[in-house]
T-cell receptor
């Protein structure tokens, strides 16, 4: 099994550009989420999904959109990139109730907005 | 909203010394998870604690969950260079979903050989 796969691994955007960070998991997990990691800030939740067709906002959702059309995929869209969105982005998934199972993280996407 | 505080932010130790990181929540937690992130890597699950006062061990690592389920600690005995990385705690809410898994800011451990 590949686990959680994120693409791309690195990306440089110009301010105002849009892009989609891809996340796919092959473990048939219901729960998926996106975090951003900034120095000294830990992992902050952007959006999450408890199943196909269901998404909700996390702690820092502004400037990001998500959708969950299939169990496997959970893309994160940056609508109009800003330098404040420079960060490392992690996608995670877990089986069943996220409170009682471990979260599996992807390798991360390092995004720089200039 | 719920907050999970983790201290210290950084810890530098000599190889062989012990290391402890502490996690405190502003509210009662349903469970707590611990993750390790190696430099340049992604967080990897270490363990979950659910019961009040629970203590679990993994070789040189000892995890504790407080009686009030508001605090937790991770203790590493006789650190090794392979222990280098950032350790995160993540607390969960009663009746919540993965969306309510709140991460602490992490403790970055460096080990001098």
């Amino acid at each position: 099994n590949a686990g959680v796969t994120q693409t791309p691994k690195f990306q440089v955007l110009k301010t105002g550009q849009s892009m989609t960070l891809q996340c796919a998991q092959d473990m048939n997990h219901e729960y998926m989420s996106w975090y951003r990691q900034d120095p000294g800030m830990g992992l902050r939740l952007i959006h999450y999904s408890v199943g196909a067709g269901i998404t909700d906002q996390g702690e820092v959702p502004n400037g990001y959109n998500v959708s969950r059309s299939t169990t496997e995929d959970f893309p994160l869209r940056l609508l109009s990139a800003a330098p404040s969105q420079t960060s490392v982005y992690f996608c995670a998934s877990s089986y069943g109730s996220g409170l009682n199972t471990e979260a599996f993280f992807g390798q991360g996407t390092r995004l720089t907005v200039v | 909203g719920q907050q999970v505080m983790q201290i210290p932010q950084y810890q530098h130790v000599q190889e062989g010394e012990d290391f402890t990181t502490y996690c405190n929540s502003s509210t009662t937690l349903s469970n707590i998870q611990w993750y390790k992130q190696r430099p340049g890597g992604h967080p990897v699950f270490l363990i979950q604690l659910v019961k009040s006062g629970e203590v679990k061990k993994q070789k040189r690592l000892t995890f504790q969950f407080g009686e009030a389920k508001k605090n937790s600690s991770l203790h590493i005995t006789a650190t090794q260079t392979t222990d280098v990385g950032t350790y995160f705690c993540a607390g969960g809410n009663y009746g919540g979903s993965q969306g309510n898994l709140i991460f602490g800011k992490g403790t970055k451990l460096s080990v001098k050989p």
